[in-house]
């Protein structure tokens, strides 16, 4: 019996030693887009053009998933990048987590719904609008004054646009808590603008992006709108506010477009709550019932724009002419530490049908350093030095060659005849003498020789006229 027992337990140790593996397999995260794929221009280092793609690593349920990373200067090497079935190797990737690394900053817009349905109370006693401020305030718990920039703007169906546009960007914790404690409280006469005001806060959000980066390297951006409904626009609304299918789709281009990382957070009864136009409009949607998910879901927003891992590589095709009229499907996957390999779902980057894309951004200073790196892994060699000093002279012997060669060959030299030896005249103090030079031809005196000089400016110039010969007998 005893026997019976202890090969009992061993098949069964044995059994979970190999299943752990195969679960542990079924539980991996995946690489989740957190941005849309940017072609960047990186002609100072390179002539062909670059990509810069962002990612989180999220579990089955699009939560963060923390795993361990390998070391900055092996990140590199352990991702890995597929587009349309060619392997490449980025020059450049940085995690936002890793030790060592500089935080690029962040900036983030967050929109709060105050239609009049959040007036309605929870189980808890909170009211909708009051669980949503606290959840605000739990993304905003780990808050960095300097590094961070936040916006939180309420919306509703009036002065949709107008309200949003004049979202005020605050640097400090201490700002930011004082935007979600300014919300206004929600009125019954207020109704849903949510497309119009998903559309507007992209793109205010870009260009508080573009204001803030000036040239150099760029924050990690994210917009979060949480709402207990649908989008409902009425009699006595803003004129032009986006409604239906259309106004949908618009809002998905302008998402596409911009590569803007958008989560949507449904809150309160799932039944109110338009999940299938919250999952279109969102790059990510989450649906909370309480106040406690509501927290939690802000948490996590909060973790996936600080643990981003962002990856450069340069593009398979050398020109941005080459790139026209395709559709880019580009895919990722990372080997940690442990073994295990996470990948990501193709992602789609299109191009217009006529015309070159054009720059989505600049590679940054870091990005350069790193490009200039992997070009020349050894170091400056020879040809990057010969070649500006080849490029100097080849420039100078042109020139030459147009200043001094070319002249001559449009026009060329052309002699009339030897001129006589030059003729020494006599000194004004020597006077004629039978070796002296004749003089020019009618300054010559009747002897054959110079003319005198004059001694003061009133003497008379005399010119004397030999006719009888001509002028080449003269020469003779």
């Known amino acids: 019996m005893l026997a019976l027992l202890l090969n009992l337990s061993t098949a069964i140790v044995l059994s979970s030693l190999l299943i752990a593996p195969l679960s542990g397999q079924g539980s991996s995260g995946r690489l989740d887009s957190a941005e849309a794929p940017r072609l960047l221009d990186c002609e100072q280092a390179g002539l062909a053009p670059c990509y810069r793609l962002k990612f989180n690593i999220i579990d089955a349920h699009g939560s963060p998933l923390p795993v361990a990373l390998p070391a900055s200067e092996q990140l590199r090497h352990a991702l890995k990048i597929q587009i349309d079935g060619r392997d490449v190797d980025p020059f450049l990737v940085l995690a936002q987590n890793a030790a060592g690394t500089a935080v690029r900053g962040r900036i983030a817009l967050i929109l709060v719904d105050i239609s009049g349905s959040m007036n309605v109370p929870l189980p808890s006693g909170q009211t909708r609008f009051e669980a949503a401020k606290a959840g605000i305030m739990q993304f905003l718990q780990e808050f960095q004054d300097g590094v961070d920039r936040v916006a939180v703007v309420p919306f509703e169906s009036h002065n949709v646009d107008a309200t949003i546009r004049q979202a005020q960007f605050v640097s400090t914790k201490e700002q930011a808590l004082a935007q979600v404690n300014g ?76 590569g803007t990382q958008v989560i949507g957070i449904g809150f309160g009864d799932p039944r109110d709550v338009d999940q299938v136009s919250l999952a279109r409009l969102s790059s990510k949607s989450y649906m909370a019932t309480n106040s406690k998910d509501l927290k939690d879901i802000f948490s996590r927003t909060r973790t996936l724009l600080n643990t981003r891992i962002s990856a450069t590589f340069v593009s398979p095709w050398l020109d941005r002419a080459s790139l026209a009229s395709r559709t880019l499907h580009i895919s990722a996957r990372i080997q940690l ?140």
């Not at 070009?375 to 420039?395: H, T």
């Not at 001094?404 to 006077?431: C, D, I, K, M, N």
């Not at 004059?454 to 009888?468: M, Q």
């Open 183 to 258: 919300l206004p409280a929600p009125a019954s006469r207020n109704n849903t603008g949510l497309y119009s005001a998903v559309n507007t806060g992209m793109e205010v959000l870009a260009q508080n992006v573009r204001a803030v980066q000036g040239g150099g390297t760029p924050p990690e951006a994210m917009m979060v709108i949480t709402t207990d409904g649908k989008n409902e626009v009425l009699k006595g609304d803003d004129a032009g506010l986006l409604t239906g299918p259309e106004g949908l789709e618009q809002i998905f281009r302008t998402r596409q477009l911009l």
């Open 337 to 476: 530490p442990s073994g295990e390999t996470i990948a990501s779902d193709e992602i789609a980057w299109g191009t217009p049908k006529m015309g070159i894309p054009p720059f989505e951004g600049t590679c940054d200073s870091e990005e350069l350093n790193a490009l200039v790196q992997a070009s020349n892994p050894g170091g400056p060699n020879w040809i990057s030095i010969v070649r500006p000093i080849c490029v100097f002279v080849g420039l100078a012997m042109l020139l030459i060659v147009l200043w001094f060669w070319v002249p001559r060959l449009v026009w060329p030299e052309q002699h009339t005849g030897a001129l006589p030896p030059a003729a020494r005249w006599a000194s004004p103090t020597s006077g004629h003498s039978p070796g002296s030079p004749k003089g020019p031809p009618g300054f010559e005196t009747r002897a054959g020789g110079a003319a005198p000089p004059r001694r003061a400016p009133s003497d008379p110039t005399v010119v004397s006229h030999d006719f009888t010969k001509t002028r080449l007998e003269k020469e003779k």
